[in-house]
Nanobody
């Protein structure tokens, strides 16, 4: 199984980025997908997740209203649209796949992880 994130980079505060995560080696439509982030010296935190059929999404309070998770099962890809970025959004962003269908808010609930993509927001 491979999850490959892309779309990270350097952006000014208030700007936008769209992260993508391309999945291979698994039946993509059978997995819920999530995004997590990890800032230097901190734990990996939940950002957003989407169920297998896109019927349900959930977000961390810190990104609610600014970030949108979506998926295209035909392209085996999950996206994270990030708007109104803040310096505190700076982190490495990871996508993850889970065979579970409930909660999906913690790292332990996910089976597979990507290598991450760096997002840096300057003030």
């Amino acid at each position: 199984v491979h999850l490959v994130e892309s779309g990270g980079g350097l952006v000014q505060a208030g700007g936008s980025l769209r992260l993508s995560c391309a999945a291979s080696g698994l039946t993509f439509g059978s997995y819920a997908m999530g995004w997590f982030r990890q800032a230097p010296g901190k734990e990996r935190d939940f950002v957003a997740r989407i169920t297998r059929n896109s019927g349900n999404t959930a977000y961390a309070d810190s990104v609610k209203g600014r970030f949108t998770i979506s998926r295209d099962n035909a392209k085996n890809t999950v996206y994270l649209q990030m708007n109104s970025l803040k310096p505190e959004d700076t982190a490495v962003y990871y996508c993850a796949a889970s065979s579970r269908s409930l909660n999906l808010l913690t790292t332990g609930e996910y089976n597979y992880w990507g290598q991450g993509t760096q997002v840096t927001v300057s003030s």
